[in-house]
């Protein structure tokens, strides 16, 4: 049996930690290539009424469904939470009891990166300056519940170049709530949205989008969407 003693076992102990260091340093070699890095999911929230359900045709045409679905989109890793419900409005309450405000509530969580409201006609014929009121106060929530999400308010679109007076009162009610809350507002009335294929892309219930107007809105949509998305992703 080999006896190692005094000075000898000190330098003996010390060739081995040299030794063993040697060895984890070529276990953890730099190969020079990068470490994977997980891409972070992008959550949509959709605040809206019936023509972002799928009214008319199923919810799997729905224009936010035609969004998520999308492989170019997917690039982004989007998850889309879409909150709208058939007749609801900022004002207007839905058929299932909601509002755009409750549904912001319900459905709007920390991890948002965009809250995207749509709509509503269902609003005319509230009284005067109580839509603005209820988007004001559906825009704080989104904020409240969102902080670092963006908003993007799109008003709601008409199917002709002279719309009633009423569906321009909401618009503007609309508008002005947004522009004091400091989101982005866009409008389909003043864009002309629809307006030159109505008979393809509006269903026979002349108010409801067909399958080929969901595939217009999820087209425009995405479009509006895109650079908000890009801006709010970790540089």
């Not at 063993?20 to 290539?33: E, H, I, K, N, R």
Request: proline fraction near 7%; glycine fraction near 8%; aromatic fraction near 6%.
């Amino acid at each position: 049996m080999l006896r190692i003693h005094g000075a000898r076992r000190g330098l003996w102990w010390a060739a081995m930690a040299v030794a063993a260091a040697l060895v984890l340093s070529a276990c953890s070699v730099d190969t020079g290539l990068p470490s994977p890095v997980a891409t972070p999911r992008t959550t949509v929230v959709i605040i809206g009424d019936s023509l972002s359900t799928g009214h008319g045709t199923s919810p799997a045409d729905a224009w936010p469904n035609l969004v998520e679905n999308d492989p170019a989109f997917q690039r982004y890793q989007a998850t889309i939470v879409n909150a709208a419900e058939d007749g609801s409005g900022y004002v207007s309450i839905g058929n299932g009891g909601s509002t755009f405000g409750s549904q912001v509530v319900q459905s709007v969580t920390s991890d948002a990166s965009l809250v995207l409201f749509f709509g509503s006609e269902n609003d005319m014929g509230s009284a005067p300056g109580e839509t603005e009121l209820a988007a004001s106060q559906a825009f704080a929530a989104a904020k409240e519940h969102a902080p670092r999400a963006a908003i993007l308010v799109v008003g709601p679109p008409a199917y002709t170049n002279t719309p009633e007076q009423e569906r321009l009162d909401i618009r503007d009610e609309d508008k002005a709530a947004a522009l004091k809350a400091g989101a982005e507002f866009v409008d389909p009335i003043e864009l002309g949205w629809i307006v030159d294929d109505v008979a393809n892309l509006i269903g026979p219930d002349g108010d409801h989008p067909s399958v080929a107007g969901q595939h217009y809105l999820q087209a425009h949509m995405e479009a509006l969407m895109e650079p908000m998305i890009k801006r709010a992703l970790p540089q």
